[in-house]
């Protein structure tokens, strides 16, 4: 039985090591294919510790964290994220921005998606002037040589939950995927859902 537990701030000190290596393991399969590094990675988590209204929600199998989510409100968001919806005349602090969410491959189907979006939904909705949830996600080709035969898209998954997507908003990151020598930049593309 997996059990979840939401922290802000501080609180997340402790667990940094762990989430920078279960961030690794996890995004290095498809689509991400990231071939990351630790130094990198606590630098990123360090983001959630230092943004006001910041959330992790830590998936455990017992004592072991196994899975995690992130989000934070969208004016706490580096350039590449907050840009397009600037382009497309949105205030910022409408918008929270539901990051990465991470979990083991063999603890995959039991709720943790679900439980990832209501967990940052429910936090998003705690802060003062927050209409919308968004979230992006890698755009790979289909015929992608790294694909597996067996992978299926989260779509449907994301559709479920009552987000959109929106291929009007659009931005691009750079990070060196596995195999590669050198960075290069993705497309993303968001989702978005108003907040009820």
């Given amino acids: 039985m ?9 609180d997340l000190n402790q667990y940094i090591d762990e989430l920078a290596q279960l961030r690794m393991r996890v995004f290095r399969d498809f689509p991400y294919l990231y071939d990351g590094d630790a130094e990198y990675e606590a630098r990123y988590l360090k983001t959630y510790i230092d943004a006001p209204d910041s959330v992790i929600v830590l998936a455990f199998d ?11 409100p969208l004016r706490h968001e580096t350039d590449e994220v907050k840009q397009p919806f600037l382009d497309a005349g ?21 709720g943790a998606g679900v439980a990832f979006f209501d967990h940052r939904e429910t936090h998003a909705q705690s802060i003062d002037g927050m209409k919308y949830s ?12 790294a694909r597996p035969a067996d992978y299926a898209p989260l779509d449907q998954f994301w ?11 659009t931005t ?25």
């Fill in 2 to 10: 997996l059990t979840f537990q939401r922290l802000s701030g501080p």
């Fill in 62 to 72: 017992g004592d072991k964290i196994v899975g995690a989510s992130t989000g934070l």
């Fill in 90 to 110: 949105y205030d910022l602090d409408d918008i929270f921005y539901c990051g990465e969410s991470v979990l083991l491959s063999e603890y995959r189907g039991q």
């Fill in 134 to 145: 968004c979230f992006c996600g890698v755009q790979r080709p289909d015929n992608h040589p």
């Fill in 159 to 169: 559709g479920n939950r009552g987000y959109h997507k929106c291929p009007e908003l």
């Fill in 172 to 196: 691009h990151f750079s990070w060196k995927d596995v195999g590669d020598t050198e960075e290069s930049l993705k497309p993303m593309t968001f989702w978005m859902k108003p907040l009820s």
